[in-house]
């Protein structure tokens, strides 16, 4: 990751305010930047324990679908006498693999929620006027209330050298690395939901579906959503272009391909 070069001035700023403006302006711009940090270094947690709970629920139902589907095979000792007793332990399985989807798409939505807010972090971090400065009593809030405020008091420095613009930079460049694997375990949770020993299974998933409703809205916030192809932006390498070829999703993979979903997943988890 890059590290932004500190800015004495933006290019985009306003014209520098009096120094007794400043001097006021300075004290609250990092407040804000410190409370904004701070919310970005929480959800960062929330996305490390959804991320590891997203884990724990595909390898619970990753084990469920494959004893559903070795079930007429498996050795049963004793109880291979009980009446029905496949058809009931690979119901239970069925039921129990429903369960494992709806909560591993919970964790997926969770760890997308906790991108929105850092986003949102991201573009908190000026300290604007509020009302007039020649009011008696000077305040600044995160609204802008003049077109001419950028928020940044001309670009002058918020810590030692760095400007709200330097922050505002490496922040992006941080939220870029959580776009990337969000994006991609967006496609191996799309995989493993879809995955049935059902012919005829409800959780069949296009990459051009919503996997919760007002994920879109949510991956729009995050720019991963494409309008001009009306679906997610497809998983990419960091400044390169996101082909991802058309390929036939297989919803009844043997036990290597599963394995190597949730090892994949185990990866870019670390």
Same mark, same amino acid.
């Given at each position: ?7 004495? /001035?933006?290019? !985009? ?6 120094? !007794? ?8 711009? /990092?407040?804000?930047?410190? *409370? ?13 324990? !959804? ?11 990753? *084990? ?50 906790? %991108? ?18 020649? *009011?008696?009593? %000077? /305040? ?6 003049? %077109? *001419? ?92 272009? !996101? ?28």
């Amino acid at each position: 990751m890059e590290t932004p070069e500190p800015k004495s /001035q933006s290019s !985009s700023s306003s014209p520098v305010p009096p120094s !007794s403006l400043a001097r006021l302006w300075r004290p609250a711009a /990092q407040r804000n930047l410190r *409370n904004q940090w701070s919310k970005m270094a929480s959800y960062r947690q929330q996305w490390l324990y !959804s991320s590891s709970s997203a884990r724990t629920h595909a390898t619970s139902l990753v *084990n469920a679908y494959l004893s559903q589907k070795y079930m007429p095979l498996m050795e049963l000792g004793a109880l291979k006498d009980m009446p029905d007793i496949r058809k009931k332990a690979s119901l239970k399985l069925s039921k129990q693999q429903e369960l494992y989807r709806s909560k591993l798409l919970s964790s997926y939505k969770e760890m997308v929620d906790a %991108v929105v807010h850092m986003v949102n972090a991201s573009k908190s971090m000026r300290c604007f006027l509020k009302g007039s400065s020649g *009011n008696s009593i %000077v /305040q600044f809030g995160s609204t802008c209330e003049d %077109v *001419n405020d950028t928020g940044d008091c001309g670009g002058v420095a918020v810590f030692v050298f760095w400007s709200i613009s330097s922050f505002e930079k490496l922040a992006q460049e941080l939220i870029q690395m959580f776009k990337l694997e969000l994006s991609l375990k967006r496609l191996l949770v799309l995989e493993l939901v879809s995955i049935s020993c059902e012919v005829l299974q409800a959780n069949q998933f296009c990459w051009s579906d919503e996997l919760y409703p007002g994920e879109f809205g949510d991956l729009k916030v995050c720019n991963l959503y494409s309008e001009e192809t009306s679906e997610p932006v497809h998983p990419r390498l960091k400044d390169c272009k !996101s082909d991802m070829p058309t390929f036939q999703r297989n919803h009844q993979p043997d036990h290597e391909v599963l394995q190597v979903l949730i090892h994949y997943y185990s990866y870019i988890q670390k």
